[in-house]
């Protein structure tokens, strides 16, 4: 007898084709890491080659925020493009990727560098639209959590440690400043461009073209490709899409502002994180990125992705991951003179801070709430919305969070974030319900 509606997509158990699609996705994050710590990093670089003159706010804030902003526009308007196919656009996000890192490496200036970053982040957005949105509708219930921490809360640190153990073996090879930085920024296309052929083999989401393209053949053809089961897929969703997304606005406007909370806190946390521990204890920021990637950020990652975001929910990893960066921030603020005396265990308590952060990043931070909180038919604008909150709220940060440390000193500044932190929690406590090990269509009703 043929199963009904998605089970045999739902029940599966994760095996290669889950593995293959996993990698696929989390590759595009991958270079969005990696492109946005690899400007921070070879920054003095890019100054020399540039004249040595110290940048203008205008230009500092260009840099900084450029890929952000271009981000929210690419995530908006593949959020609508996404409505008309998840596969159809896939693979041009991360097109854009590799070009214009390739492009930054013939930047004659500072305003091209931000012109291209900005174009570069329209590639970024639209990956964070439609790289969670199609592992999420391709993924078996019991270890979709799995699938969705692991291609974009792990990912995203591993591209950032490549950014710079490229830059370091650079260095080792004694490679011209005026080079380097252009070979860092540009190495960016490799994984891009990789993955390109992968994506555009990708099938189309059997959810997609059942419930949207009202083609239940091909819909058929795809869960039988997942699952090897005789499959009767469900009817086309006709109802307007105003009437879905009036129904579900509240709790996707809720993912959006998780997002940029989330974004708010860690995005400032770079500005008392390299800049005023590292110093201390002597590292440099490359060295001081590896030792926070390798040690405080990519296990935890793994370790909640593979072994907690499931058996334990989305909403409590959230929750406490939320109250733990808030109490590590807090120690900041309560033993600031302490710390800066002890750079050691400022190092620790920065690190700790890391591994707690980590917990919402497997959550909000890597677009689980949107794709799993909306439905067929709006999924795709959803997701748009969750990450054009998150990349506002990053690019908010760094503009504001410069501003609040010369208004009200550091400790006023990471009193700010701790609230943020547990505004986080207490959000995500009242806001969002538990996604956990449910099939997308029971979380969001649809028939």
């Known amino acids: 007898m043929a199963q009904t509606a998605f089970a045999a997509i739902d029940e599966q158990a994760f095996k290669a084709f889950h593995w293959r699609a996993t990698l696929t996705t989390g590759l595009g994050v991958f270079c969005d890491g990696y ?90 957005g639209a990956d964070y639209v439609l790289s969670p949105m199609i592992m999420a509708e391709h993924a078996n219930r019991a270890d979709r959590g799995r699938a969705l921490g692991l291609g974009f809360g792990t990912m995203w640190p591993l591209g950032a440690l490549v ?64 699952s090897g089961a005789d499959v009767a897929p469900p009817e086309a969703d006709a109802r307007p899409f105003a009437e879905v997304f009036a129904r579900h606005a509240r709790v996707i406007i809720s993912a959006a502002l998780l997002w940029m909370v989330y974004d708010l806190v860690v995005y400032a946390s770079i500005l008392f994180g390299p800049s005023l521990i590292a110093g201390s204890l002597g590292f440099g920021p490359v060295a001081f990125q590896l030792i926070m990637e390798l040690v405080f950020t990519i296990p935890p990652a793994v370790v909640m992705s593979l072994w907690v975001i499931d058996p334990v929910g989305r909403k409590p ?16 603020a309560l033993m600031q003179g302490q710390l800066a005396r002890a750079p050691t265990l400022a190092f620790l308590v920065f690190g700790l801070f890391n591994v707690a952060a980590t917990a919402p990043g497997i959550v909000s931070g890597a677009g689980v709430l949107g ?14 919305i969750t990450v054009a909150g998150g990349r506002i709220g990053a690019a908010l940060s760094g503009f504001f969070f410069p501003l609040l440390f010369a208004g ?40």
């Open 35 to 124: 492109d946005l710590t690899a400007v921070g990093i070879v920054l003095p670089l890019i100054l020399k080659s540039f004249g040595g003159a110290p940048l203008t706010s205008l230009q500092s804030a260009g840099l900084a925020s450029s890929a952000l902003m271009g981000s929210a526009i690419g995530a908006l308007l593949f959020g609508v493009l996404g409505q008309q196919g998840r596969r159809r656009y896939y693979g041009y996000d991360v097109l854009i990727l590799g070009v214009t890192a390739l492009a930054q490496a013939f930047a004659p200036g500072v305003a091209w560098l931000i012109a291209i970053r900005f174009v570069l982040g329209i590639g970024v």
């Open 163 to 226: 950014s710079a153990v490229i830059l370091l073996i650079l260095d080792g090879l004694r490679v011209p400043p005026d080079l380097e930085w252009r070979i860092v920024l540009a190495a960016g296309a490799v994984p891009a461009l990789s993955v390109l052929y992968l994506r555009r083999t990708m099938p189309e989401t059997a959810r997609f073209l059942a419930r949207m393209a009202g083609d239940a053949d091909a819909a058929a053809r795809v869960m039988a490709e997942i």
């Open 317 to 332: 990893l959230q929750v406490w991951g939320f109250v733990a960066t808030a109490a590590t921030v807090g120690a900041f």
């Open 371 to 384: 794709v799993e909180l909306a439905p067929t038919r709006i999924r795709s604008v959803a997701q748009s």
């Open 408 to 447: 009200v000193g550091q400790a006023g500044a990471y009193w700010v974030m701790t609230g943020l932190a547990l505004l986080g929690a207490v959000l995500t406590q009242a806001l969002v319900p538990e996604t956990g090990r449910k099939s997308l269509e029971a979380l969001t009703e649809e028939g």
